[in-house]
């Protein structure tokens, strides 16, 4: 039988023992508590760094511009063996609603690069790339986009969008020298079909280029205002696959879709805005003046 000392020595290393398991659950706690801290305390960094990092790249990066191109729109109308052109600006811009529009004198003066020499004679040069580069010098803007097509193609999208109401100024006939007739339209309003839109476009004897930018400017608008409807924005990836494979464009069916997506906010109404080309000319050559270059660069800077 133990001795009362031996006794209390037992009881001593037992309640010692059981000291030392609770001393060492409570570290095993207080370490647990230390590490859920210590992660939450590094998760609320992280989330702070997180945050601040997001809000610097919303305040730094740049936002993502509308679609709004300045297309150069080239006609070539091969009727007889001399070419004729027909040159025309044309701006999206999706902020203001608006589709301005300038039908530009092929025989107009520019330089491009080292040449000097009218639109037409660029292009004839260089193509396309050259007269936009003629087109952006002059006026100080910039070309996103290029379309040059035919006659014949524009006269098929025209069929496409049906006639075109639009008011003929006055009596208009024109033949070429084999006596084929250009032009014959009476003065008017009335709905032009695609051939007598392409009457109108071949008529060569407007008193000036100023006339002549002016009278097809118009045109220009009453064809843009005819095609601002959501039946055409429908239509839009269906006439694009129509024409481009007898076009020459950079115009881009992501361009289309674009363009498609923001194309609401030119139909219901009348888009178009025609800027006038006003200037002077002299042996042979047309010279746009300060007014035009002016009108030019606000529409399509």
Not at 120 to 138: I, P, R, S, W
Not at 204 to 224: C, F, M, V
Not at 230 to 251: K, R
């Amino acid at each position: 039988m133990p001795t009362q000392p031996q006794k209390h020595h037992a009881d001593y290393v037992q309640k010692r023992r059981r000291g030392l398991k609770i001393t060492k659950r409570l570290i095993i706690l207080v370490w647990l508590l230390l590490l859920v801290l210590l992660g939450l305390g590094a998760w609320a960094v992280v989330a702070q760094i997180t945050a601040i990092d997001q809000n610097n790249q919303h305040l730094t990066q740049p936002q993502a511009e509308p679609f709004r191109p300045n297309v150069l729109l080239i006609l070539e109308d091969d009727v007889d063996d001399a070419a004729r052109y027909i040159f025309t600006l044309l701006r999206f811009n999706t902020e203001s609603g608006v589709i301005s529009t300038a039908v530009l004198p092929e025989n107009m003066d520019m330089l491009a690069g080292q040449k000097q020499a009218t639109l037409q004679q660029q292009f004839a040069y260089g193509g396309a790339q050259q007269a936009k580069l003629a087109v952006e010098t002059t006026f100080s803007i910039a070309i996103d986009r290029y379309f040059c097509c035919s006659f014949s193609t524009l006269e098929s999208l025209l069929d496409e969008l049906g006639a075109v109401e639009f008011t003929v100024p006055e009596d208009l006939y024109d033949r070429n020298e084999d006596g084929t007739v250009l032009c014959d339209l009476t003065a008017g309003e009335q709905s032009l079909n695609s051939q007598q839109v392409l009457q109108f476009l071949r008529y060569a004897g407007w008193s000036s280029e100023t006339q002549a930018s002016e009278q097809r400017g118009a045109l220009a608008g009453a064809l843009i205002n005819h095609s601002a409807t959501a039946a055409v924005q429908q239509q839009m990836a269906g006439l694009y696959e129509q024409i481009v494979n007898s076009a020459q464009t950079d115009v881009s069916l992501v361009d289309l879709n674009r363009l498609s997506g923001q194309y609401g906010v030119f139909t219901g109404g009348a888009p178009a805005k025609v800027i006038t080309v006003t200037g002077s000319a002299a042996d042979g050559k047309f010279t746009p003046d300060d007014t035009a270059k002016t009108a030019v660069l606000e529409q399509f800077k």
